[in-house]
């Protein structure tokens, strides 16, 4: 399937701090999905856009669906040390007829207290 | 409510062996999806069903890989035989896709161990 550009692959900063992610894709996407990991659990899912420019918060937690249907991002206000983890990016092509998902190889999360 | 169920949680086996992995997908969910997930290759779909029929197993890497679907709240994976390279951790997700909407609700993961 499309791979999609996930970035940064790891990032380690102190508790307090604001992060910052994204994910770009070649072809246009329909649906971003954001996901978050823990050690030995299966992915969770943070927050869904389905619309170009939707920006949508959940608690700390805000994304974006681009304006240009290829990229997306994913903000953390005031890091805590239970938001570590990985975080993926997820996407469905436009026009693709079933629902399957591409998925970006994740950004690991460290947060020192 | 419960989410997706998947057991066992951890299986280990010697090369050759079958394996069986099983998924109990969220209750009212129509669609069924089998991932893996490895370092190298980060999650990768294998097959995904749509009320029971699998709708594409393109990512299914060979042919010693089989899904079913035999009804709405169960699906299993079957390799057979199994090799060191099939290690890794396989999860079900389901999702309700007749809503319009593609949230997928991932399993706690089976993590297999082929020695």
């Known amino acids: 399937g499309q791979q999609l550009n996930q970035s940064p692959q790891s990032m380690f900063i102190q508790e307090g701090e604001d992060v910052s992610m994204n994910c770009t894709s070649s072809?246009?996407?329909?649906?971003w999905l954001w996901y978050k990991q823990d050690p030995g659990e299966g992915p969770v899912l943070l927050i869904a856009?389905?619309?170009?420019?939707e920006l949508t918060s959940n608690g700390r937690l805000t994304a974006q669906f681009g304006i240009t249907r290829k990229d997306s991002f994913l903000n953390i206000s005031a890091s805590i040390p239970s938001d570590v983890g990985i975080y993926f990016c997820?996407?469905?092509?436009?026009?693709?007829?079933?629902?399957?998902?591409?998925f970006g190889k994740g950004t690991s999360l460290l947060v020192t207290p | 409510d419960a989410g997706v169920i998947q057991s066992p949680r951890h299986e280990v086996t010697e090369m050759g062996q079958e394996v069986t992995l099983r998924c109990k997908p969220i209750s009212g969910h129509d669609y069924l999806f089998w991932y893996r997930q490895t370092m190298m290759r980060g999650l990768e779909l294998l097959i995904y069903f749509n009320n029971n029929v699998p709708i594409d197993d393109s990512g299914m890497p060979e042919d010693r890989f089989s899904a079913k679907m035999p009804n709405a709240s169960f699906s299993t994976l079957k390799i057979q035989p199994s090799e060191p390279r099939d290690s890794a951790v396989y999860f079900c997700?389901?999702?309700?896709?007749?809503?319009?909407?593609?949230?997928?609700?991932f399993g706690p993961g089976t993590r297999l161990t082929v020695l």
């Open positions: 997700a389901s999702s309700f896709g007749t809503s319009g909407r593609n949230e997928q609700f």
């Open positions: 856009l389905y619309k170009a420019g």
């Open positions: 997820a996407g469905q092509l436009s026009g693709h007829s079933g629902y399957a998902l591409n």
């Open positions: 072809s246009i996407f329909n649906t």
